[in-house]
């Protein structure tokens, strides 16, 4: 069975299993990986998985569990007739090697063509809880300066988080590529204080750049991508 994950929360990154089972990614922001088997992955903000299974007989909870808060999601998978497993019931996976989506790694024909950058800008992600505020490159959007970036010309952006959350990376447009690996992807989960530089060839026009927690964004956790034709 093939199933796809779409994490349409505001404000929650999960990490999902399905009881009894093992999984293998197959796609990620609907570009394909080199299958990765798994028991358990995390799920950002915005993020879509591919995996395919295959099912055992009987009844398994698939959970997802809101990272760093108490609550739970869970959902019935049924094969065959037996009793349905708690509400409650604990799960072997979590407990196991938690696959990060920045680990895998891209299909055969799916990386950008083999360049050097042209042009690089750097882009820093600030904030804090207390106040409440949330910025890039040192201000909100529309007080912050545009990043610029020309068509035809492969750009590379430095990212760092310099806060002490984490923070789901999204760009609008055309998707990028995590410069080690090559791997595709149009939102990219970046841990406390982690850096990653990501590549593109840029689409003449005007592209939002943003947190995908919801919350952070509207705070001003946005940038402008301005590609001239």
Sequence with gaps: ???????????TVYTVALGGHRLSVTHTDGHAVRPKETGAFYI???????????????????VALP???????QALVRTAAGQAP?????????DADILIGSQLLPAEGTTLPAAEPDDEVHLHLTGQMAP?????????YGKNKPLE?????????????????SHPLHLHGPAFALADSGLRK?????????????????????????CHNIYHAESGM???????G
């Excluded at 950002?44 to 698939?62: Q, S």
């Excluded at 946005?222 to 001239?228: E, F, P, Q």
């Design 222 to 228: 946005m940038i402008l991508l301005s590609v001239a």
């Design 149 to 165: 970036a020309t068509e035809g010309r492969r750009l590379r952006i430095n990212v760092m988080n310099m806060s002490m959350m």
């Design 1 to 11: 069975m093939r199933i796809r994950f779409i994490n349409a929360a505001s404000d």
């Design 86 to 94: 708690s509400s409650e019931v604990k799960l072997p996976e979590f």
């Design 44 to 62: 950002g903000m915005g993020e879509r998985y591919d995996v395919t299974v295959t099912l055992g007989d009987g009844a398994f909870p698939l």
């Design 186 to 210: 149009d939102t990219l989960m970046l841990a406390p204080m982690d850096t990653k530089q990501i590549d593109l060839d840029p689409v003449a026009g005007d592209w939002m750049v943003h």
């Design 132 to 140: 409440y505020r949330w910025e890039m490159n040192g201000a909100p």
């Design 67 to 73: 990272f760093g808060k108490d609550g739970r999601a």
